[in-house]
């Protein structure tokens, strides 16, 4: 494949022109060694198209401009004029949601009404951030009289960024909007399975107005450009969202290179608690929300589901009724509410769980197979009956697959929902508030939802306890990840030593 687009269509947003280059310097331009790769529709598992793939060499390129671009002119910007790019860019995304999300939904397969909400919550993030670029301030640190010291928040410097594919558009808008306003340059790598979307908002970056080589936008493999840019010793800092086990060896290959800083945003396996005294099915709306949203391919996918003994059955009966409700099938069509896994792999890792359940004696309530012969479908799948040791409870499915179990009393719940690696996220369903706050202080995760679940927002942090991450995006604390604290001191009395 030579070109740097071609002609595709969706059925809700009619043709559009999809770039395929890597988006270096403010241009589309091909792959140093020539590779594409092909990009698969999920809903039929046909090749949409190819796109070109960056290896090591053009990583090097996209650091190169990055660096160039953090060096010069970017360095020299006003906050004011990185605030209203960030704006101009948030502008976009809306002007462009119905493209946007039509391509997120043809890549990943998410329902196009989901995808509508996805890409309105990018243009939040990026203003939000538009907004933070001239507030970010130091201070003045009294120590003694003939001292004057103060403390500047600098950027980082060039920045790489490694993002999933189940939210990809949500996720380069929560990496590139605080990396921006801080001042930083970026180099963002979309993930394999889903880098269209990327690439047409990357079209976006320059009609916003950005100068070349500030934000660069590549597509490749993990192993190959991801690892390029963990290592890279000109990387300053390595963000990443994934699996652990990815965000260990992004860990290790920032050890083992320039020490670059590392935020992780990475796995989840997440309580749902629900108490006897919650509003049960305001509770069943927001646990089938929980763990079935996005097919289930969510970080903080609400997959262990906690009901206490007294409405246990209750629950079981009017949660299965209301999850085989959801619309399973065509992401484009109007009431689907979960499309298809997004790729083979997802498919058979998700369906081997399945069977690990089965085989380990926990019953399938409802769901447990495919949905469909074509496409990567799957069934809404309850498991009950399950024990905390089973594979199915401690380990992340990353599908529509969740175990119900009861318990007894507060304290049996707070064991429970601590009782994995992970601490992304959890959530309490009552009407008492001292259950509440007594039950939410206690998780061990870093957000906890009280009678809701998903409840994301660009002001709020988000990140992960334990295994499930390091440092937190969103809201004020994700400036922390993308400046660096200095101090000056300025002596303004006479030599201390003669
Ligand atoms: P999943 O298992 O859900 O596909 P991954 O953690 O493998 O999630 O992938 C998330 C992102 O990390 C993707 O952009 C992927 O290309 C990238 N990635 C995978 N392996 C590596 C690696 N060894 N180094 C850097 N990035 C990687």
């Known amino acids: 494949m030579s070109d740097l687009s071609v002609q595709l269509e969706t059925p809700t947003s009619g043709k559009y022109t999809q770039p395929t280059g890597l988006f270096i310097n403010n241009e589309f331009v091909k792959g140093v060694d020539g590779k594409t790769f092909e990009v698969i529709n999920p809903s039929t598992e046909e090749v949409i198209t190819s796109v070109h793939e960056a290896t090591e060499k053009d990583v090097d390129i996209a650091v190169a401009a990055a660096r160039k671009a953090f060096e010069g002119p970017w360095r020299k910007e006003t906050p004011e004029n990185r605030g209203k790019l960030l704006v101009n860019l948030a502008n976009l995304f809306e002007k462009n949601l119905d493209l946007l999300a039509a391509v997120e939904s043809l890549d990943n397969g998410k329902a196009v009404s989901m995808a509508k909400v996805d890409i309105s919550m990018c243009a939040g993030c990026l203003r939000y951030y538009g907004g933070w670029a001239d507030k970010i301030e130091g201070k003045v640190i009294d120590t003694t009289p003939d001292t004057f010291n103060y403390i500047r928040k600098e950027p980082v410097g060039v920045c790489g960024q490694i993002i999933p594919w189940n939210f990809p558009l949500l996720m380069w808008a929560w990496k590139i909007g605080p990396a921006i306003a801080c001042g930083n340059t970026v180099v963002l790598k979309s993930a394999e399975q889903t880098p269209l979307g990327a690439l047409v908002a990357a ?273 004020e604390a994700a400036l922390d990840n993308y400046t660096q604290t200095k101090t000056v001191s300025i002596r303004l009395g006479d030599a201390l030593f003669g």
């Open 203 to 475: 079209g976006l970056i320059k009609e916003a107005g950005f100068p070349p080589g500030v934000i660069n936008i590549i597509s490749g493999f993990g192993k190959v450009a991801g690892a390029a840019i963990a290592s890279h010793m000109d990387v300053d800092k390595v963000a990443f969202t994934g699996s652990t086990v990815v965000g260990r060896q992004i860990m290790k290959a920032a050890a083992g290179s320039n020490l670059k800083k590392v935020t992780l945003e990475l796995g989840g396996k997440s309580p749902n608690i629900v108490f006897e005294d919650a509003d049960i099915d305001n509770a069943i709306s927001w646990v089938n929300f929980g763990i079935f949203f996005n097919h289930g391919q969510c970080c903080c996918a609400g997959s262990r589901i906690y009901v206490q003994e007294s409405i246990y059955d209750k629950f079981v009966e009017k949660f299965k009724e209301r999850a085989s409700k959801n619309v399973v099938g065509d992401p484009f069509a109007k009431d689907t509410f979960q499309g298809p896994q997004v790729s083979q792999v997802q498919f058979d890792r998700i369906m081997n769980y399945i069977k690990e359940g089965k085989d380990a004696g926990a019953k399938v309530e409802i769901g447990g197979t495919r949905k469909g012969d074509k496409g990567y479908f799957i069934e809404p799948t309850i498991f009950s009956g399950v024990t905390e040791d089973m594979k199915i409870v401690q380990e992340e499915i990353f599908g529509p697959v969740c175990s119900i179990s009861k318990f007894k009393d507060k304290e049996e719940a707070i064991r429970v929902g601590n009782s994995t690696t992970y601490g992304l996220a959890a959530a309490v369903h009552t009407k008492n508030l001292n259950t509440a706050i007594e039950v939410s202080n206690a998780l061990k995760a870093g957000t906890v939802w009280v009678n809701s679940y998903n409840t994301l927002h660009h002001q709020m942090p988000f990140g992960g306890f334990k295994e499930s991450g390091i440092g937190r995006e969103l809201g």
